[in-house]
């Protein structure tokens, strides 16, 4: 059965750090990029950020650069997400997707796609 399981979330304070994971299950996540999503409430899902597959490009959106860090170790069939210097706005639900196409900013894009887990900021 193909599966892809976030954890790792949590309640942060400002400026706290966290890391996401991403096992997958039922297929080689070698074979495909990894990205995080995340939707706040009341909002669209944005794109945050994605590494590819063996070559590990990774990529991030602005709002996030310089404080979270994409990476993977396929050995173990898992992507991760390490967040540091927490806002108040990195707080929603994050998604990892998986796809086969490479890295893409676009939900449409990716095959599989984990339940989520919900990170919270406080001030």
């Known amino acids: 059965q193909v599966q892809l399981v976030e954890s790792g979330g949590g309640l942060v304070q400002v400026g706290g750090s966290l890391r996401l994971s991403c096992a997958a299950s039922g297929f080689t996540l070698k074979d495909y990029a990894i990205g995080w999503f995340r939707q706040a409430p009341g909002t669209e899902r944005e794109w945050v950020s994605c590494?590819?597959?063996?070559?590990?490009?990774?990529f991030y959106a602005d709002s996030v650069k310089g404080r979270f860090t994409i990476s993977r170790d396929n050995a173990v069939n898992t992507g991760y997400l390490q967040i540091v210097a927490a806002k108040p706005e990195d707080t929603a639900v994050y998604y990892c997707g998986a796809s086969q196409n490479g890295c893409y900013w676009v939900e449409s894009e990716y095959d599989y796609w984990g339940r989520g887990t919900q990170v919270t900021v406080s001030s």
């Open positions: 590494v590819s597959g063996s070559e590990s490009n990774t």
